[in-house]
Nanobody, 128 residues
Framework: QVQLVESGGGLVQAGGSLRLSCAAS????????VGWFRQPPGPEREFVAA????????YYKDSVKGRFSISRDNAKNMVYLQMNSLKPEDTADYYC?????????????????????WGQGTQVTVSS
């Protein structure tokens, strides 16, 4: 079992930056790929970014490419989401989650239902 705790959210002006952190517990964390999802007010949760278990393969939602960067430090059981050039439409609750590597490599990294464990979320608000 893996437990996840997100942090780093807050209120920021458009054009600003935030770095979200996801702290994981569990000896098997380094065998999982990790994804970040977000849920704006109202709409469904949507995929943002994912990273493989080694940290050398990543995917991004088109609208965040070039602005967001996902990374991980397996020695510290941490995953990060660096968010730059933030826009009001980035406002959402952000969640990290883990997915078995075989599902990640099978192309399911953007599918919410393929993830096994989730954190409680951290809120990001971008003011215009």
């Amino acid at each position: 079992q893996v437990q996840l705790v997100e942090s780093g959210g807050g209120l920021v002006q458009a054009g600003g930056s935030l770095r979200l952190s996801c702290a994981a517990s569990g000896r098997t964390f380094s065998t999982y790929a990790v994804g970040w999802f977000r849920q704006p007010p109202g709409p469904e949760r949507e995929f943002v970014a994912a990273i493989n278990e080694r940290g050398d393969d990543t995917y991004y939602k088109d609208s965040v490419k070039g602005r967001f960067s996902i990374s991980r430090d397996n020695a510290k059981n941490m995953v990060y989401l660096q968010m730059n050039s933030l826009k009001p439409e980035d406002t959402a609750d952000y969640y990290c989650a883990v997915i078995p590597s075989w599902r990640y490599y099978g192309g399911s990294y953007s599918e919410e239902g393929e993830y096994d464990y989730w954190g409680q979320g951290t809120q990001v608000t971008v003011s215009s």
